[in-house]
């Protein structure tokens, strides 16, 4: 199931022969919110490849990817469903191994990674390996079992960071979580443009995470009182932490053969980016009440596990 919402057809060619390809082994819908023209484009393209649809028009959430997802969902058929973005490339080996573990898990997650690698995707690579080093990343597509989504009546759509509502959600409803580290999936990178655009946006997603947003938080102010006391040696000390952090999520799972090493010396960068634009995201919060997403500004970046285990009972 891959939800969608283009505003060009760049890279339309690209996806089109991934989804050809894709046919042969698994039924594919499509949930197109698009405009018009691009919509109709596709819709002829992709006729005999995919179901094509528009999103329900009784869905009213925030969220447009949810209203993919949830759409999708009322069409599906089989029991063991994929969801993925659009710029996840599932090859036949790791559809398969999705496949068998649906077979006893309600939700598998794999691992993406980020496949060709300009600098940018090498500098947001480096939080995926911090993610592995300390658990799991959250990647760009699930395995869900379509029983255990329908019981639970899908997920709250009024939320920034859906992946995490998500996961939350089979949880907090009794479901089996698999996190397969060596299971990686492809992702094309984000344009540059697009990657800038998304940072603080992404910073965002930790307040649903408190411990480790008040760590991001806190590196700033360390950092500018190592300085005020001349103390760069303790600077020194945190970059090589984070980059010692990151290699051990690279080292994990055989993922030396997936990431290259570059990307662990990333990491000091990306904490430091994270770090700042975390500020930024607490005062989108509160002077803003939330931060831009699809024309709406969306306030909550995911409930708590707690929340949604009392919504479920």
């Not at 800038?196 to 360390?222: E, I, T």
Request: net charge positive.
């Amino acid at each position: 199931m891959l939800p969608l919402r283009w505003h060009d057809d760049a890279g339309l060619a690209e996806l089109t022969g991934y989804l050809r390809g894709l046919s042969r082994r698994a039924r594919i819908v499509v949930v197109d919110g698009s405009p018009p023209p691009l919509f109709e484009g596709h819709a002829r393209l992709w006729r005999g490849i995919a179901e094509h649809v528009r999103p329900d028009d009784d869905l009213t959430v925030a969220n447009g990817k949810v209203a993919g997802v949830l759409t999708g969902m009322r069409r599906a058929r089989g029991e063991h469903v994929v969801i993925a973005d659009d710029d996840v490339r599932y090859d036949a080996g790791a559809l398969a191994r999705v496949h068998a573990l649906l077979d006893h898990a309600d939700l598998v997650r794999p691992q993406n990674h980020f496949h060709p690698l300009p600098w940018h995707a090498r500098w947001d690579s480096a939080r995926t390996l911090l993610n592995r080093g300390l658990g799991a990343d959250y990647p760009g597509t699930f395995g869900v079992r379509r029983s255990t989504f329908e019981k639970m009546g899908g997920y709250d759509g009024d939320v920034l960071f859906e992946n995490l509502e998500l996961i939350r959600t089979v949880r907090a409803h009794g479901g089996r979580e698999v996190r397969p580290l060596d299971l990686y999936v492809r992702r094309l990178p984000p344009g540059t443009r697009r990657f800038w655009s998304q940072r603080v946006r992404q910073a965002y997603d930790d307040l649903a995470q408190p411990a480790r947003m008040a760590v991001f938080l806190a590196v700033l102010p360390c950092v500018g009182a190592a300085l005020w006391r001349r103390r760069p040696e303790l600077i020194a000390a945190g970059a090589v932490a984070a980059v010692g952090l990151a290699e051990i999520g690279r080292r994990r799972a055989g993922g030396r053969r997936i990431f290259p090493a570059a990307a662990s010396l990333f990491a000091p960068v990306w904490v430091l980016e994270r770090a700042t634009c975390s500020w930024a995201a607490l005062a989108a919060r509160f002077a803003l009440g939330g931060v831009p997403y699809a024309g709406r500004r969306l306030r909550i970046a995911a409930h708590s596990t707690r929340r949604l285990r009392r919504r479920a009972l």
